[in-house]
Nanobody, 119 residues
């Protein structure tokens, strides 16, 4: 049973920084893609950033230049460094991991961690 456990959320002032971490447990198989999504009340979950097992990264336009995603594939851990945070970055951030098993994509989600940007 794969579990993704996030940490690092909290309250930060506008312009501040936070680093989110997500560690996978319960599986000895690495993930093809790991990433972060976020969701605010009444809105759909949206992509923040992803990183492949080969290190290729992708970001939502509004996060480019402010957020950096990285991963430690050996530890099945993914990080999200968030700088220059804005109030509109306030959301629950979810860790996501995907892998191909027998030709089919399997997707896993963490429980979410709250990030609040406010003065």
């Amino acid at each position: 049973q794969v579990q993704l456990v996030e940490s690092g959320g909290g309250l930060v002032q506008p312009g501040g920084s936070l680093r989110l971490s997500c560690a996978a447990s319960g599986s000895s198989v690495s993930f093809d893609v790991m990433g972060w999504y976020r969701q605010t009340p009444g809105k759909q979950r949206e992509l923040v950033a992803t990183v492949t097992s080969g290190g290729v990264t992708s970001y939502a336009d509004s996060m480019k230049g402010r957020f950096t995603i990285s991963r430690d594939s050996a530890e099945s851990t993914v990080y999200l460094q968030m700088n220059s945070l804005k109030p509109e970055d306030t959301a629950v951030y979810y860790c996501n991991a995907k892998r191909i098993i027998f030709g089919l994509w399997r997707t896993y989600w963490g429980q979410g961690t709250q990030v609040t940007v406010s003065s």
